[in-house]
């Protein structure tokens, strides 16, 4: 059938639907810590191709490309930076023969996660050499039939303006999300507007911005929220995990239930997103609930942050209260 692109489906619908987890689905079918999940691209397409099935079959709008690490920096930590291309190729392809055959337009976004290097004058990567790092992958990409570069969990705005340059130089639409894990903010510092702020600055527009992993769903809705209240027109991004991770023996185990993650995904709506989608610990059964929440639910007013609260569990890292950042600025002073 006709691909269509992330755009149009943004013009036709008013809420897409994104994927779920793709790291902790593959730990559920084999994956081991600390192998590179880049390389099941190669070893293990049938398990690829079987993720990608289970969130189409769920009702995804969008499916995620098992590349979020498929760059030279990560890759090199396990003697493969020359593979970067070739294994991004082949992940799209993969993505791609699942989205064709699917029946209805499902979009193939090509996941370009960070580097992991912090930038110069903290760490030795510039803006320059990020920009060749991204387009190196963002080309393998777009030569599997990836329709879109969404470009996530990024922390630093150099490295959010590096991806961008790459996706921009190498001629592929782009969406931008940041985790914003750290008491309201990115590890980095960057706050949720000044996300929105920069994206509106970019010398192409991307398709769409938001929040994506982070520390909660509750913590997600509220960045989100200040996205979507700056910046009414931009098409905003809501991927939170599934729950809250618990150790349980040698495994990390998110709490949600499917009802909680189709509360998120009504909520989320009401905020004002138009893309919802699950990131760490989503499963397809977590993903047909908000399937479900999506079609049936009718945008109510934006909820308050106790309405958000009350839903789906307390924020995990809260920014600190006006109180709060008075005593540090008078012990500061």
């Given at each position: 059938?006709?691909?269509?692109?992330?755009?149009?489906?943004?013009?036709?619908?008013?809420?897409?639907?994104?994927?779920?987890?793709?790291?902790?689905?593959?730990?559920?079918?084999?994956?081991?810590?600390?192998?590179?999940?880049?390389?099941?691209?190669?070893?293990?397409?049938?398990?690829?191709?079987?993720?990608?099935?289970?969130?189409?079959?769920?009702?995804?709008?969008?499916?995620?490309?098992?590349?979020?690490?498929?760059?030279?920096?990560?890759l090199a930590l396990h003697k493969a930076e020359g593979r970067t291309r070739e294994l991004a190729e082949k992940a799209a392809r993969?993505?791609?023969?699942?989205?064709?055959?699917?029946?209805?337009?499902?979009?193939?976004?090509?996941?370009?996660?960070?580097?992991?290097?912090?930038?110069?004058?903290?760490?030795?990567?510039?803006?320059?050499?990020?920009?060749?790092?991204?387009?190196?992958?963002?080309?393998?990409?777009?030569?599997?039939?990836?329709?879109?570069?969404?470009?996530?969990?990024?922390?630093?705005?150099?490295?959010?303006?590096?991806?961008?340059?790459?996706?921009?130089?190498?001629?592929?639409?782009?969406?931008?999300?940041?985790?914003?894990?750290?008491?309201?903010?990115?590890?980095?510092?960057?706050?949720?507007?000044?996300?929105?702020?920069?994206?509106?600055?970019?010398?192409?527009?991307?398709?769409?911005v938001g929040a994506n992993c982070g520390v909660g769903a509750s913590d997600l809705l509220a960045s989100v929220g200040a996205m979507?209240?700056?910046?009414?027109?931009?098409?905003?991004?809501?991927?939170?995990?599934?729950?809250?991770?618990?150790?349980?023996?040698?495994?990390v185990v998110y709490t949600g239930t499917p009802e909680l993650m189709a509360d998120y995904a009504r909520l989320a709506i009401d905020?004002?997103?138009?893309?919802?989608?699950?990131?760490?610990?989503?499963?397809?059964?977590?993903?047909?609930?908000?399937?479900?929440?999506?079609?049936?639910?009718?945008?109510?007013?934006?909820?308050?942050?106790?309405?958000?609260?009350?839903?789906?569990?307390?924020?995990?890292?809260?920014?600190?209260?006006?109180?709060?950042?008075?005593?540090?600025?008078?012990?500061?002073?």
């Amino acid at each position: 059938m006709t691909r269509s692109s992330l755009e149009a489906l943004l013009a036709e619908r008013p809420v897409l639907l994104a994927d779920g987890a793709t790291g902790t689905n593959l730990f559920a079918m084999g994956l081991e810590a600390g192998d590179p999940p880049e390389f099941w691209n190669d070893l293990h397409p049938d398990r690829i191709r079987a993720l990608h099935q289970g969130f189409v079959d769920a009702g995804a709008d969008i499916i995620l490309t098992n590349s979020f690490g498929c760059n030279r920096r990560r890759l090199a930590l396990h003697k493969a930076e020359g593979r970067t291309r070739e294994l991004a190729e082949k992940a799209a392809r993969l993505a791609r023969e699942v989205a064709d055959a699917a029946g209805r337009p499902v979009v193939v976004a090509g996941s370009v996660g960070p580097t992991g290097d912090l930038f110069a004058p903290l760490g030795p990567m510039t803006e320059e050499e990020a920009i060749d790092v991204f387009a190196e992958e963002i080309e393998g990409l777009k030569a599997g039939g990836a329709d879109v570069a969404w470009i996530e969990t990024m922390s630093a705005p150099e490295e959010i303006r590096a991806a961008t340059a790459a996706a921009i130089r190498v001629g592929l639409p782009f969406t931008v999300t940041a985790s914003f894990d750290t008491a309201g903010r990115t590890m980095m510092g960057l706050p949720p507007a000044a996300l929105a702020d920069l994206a509106a600055g970019l010398a192409q527009a991307p398709l769409a911005v938001g929040a994506n992993c982070g520390v909660g769903a509750s913590d997600l809705l509220a960045s989100v929220g200040a996205m979507t209240e700056a910046h009414p027109e931009m098409a905003v991004v809501a991927k939170a995990n599934c729950g809250i991770p618990r150790i349980d023996g040698d495994k990390v185990v998110y709490t949600g239930t499917p009802e909680l993650m189709a509360d998120y995904a009504r909520l989320a709506i009401d905020t004002g997103c138009r893309i919802v989608g699950g990131c760490c610990g989503t499963s397809s059964g977590h993903l047909a609930a908000m399937r479900r929440a999506v079609d049936e639910h009718i945008r109510r007013a934006r909820p308050s942050l106790d309405e958000i609260v009350a839903a789906v569990g307390p924020l995990q890292s809260p920014p600190p209260s006006a109180e709060t950042r008075a005593r540090g600025g008078r012990r500061r002073g």
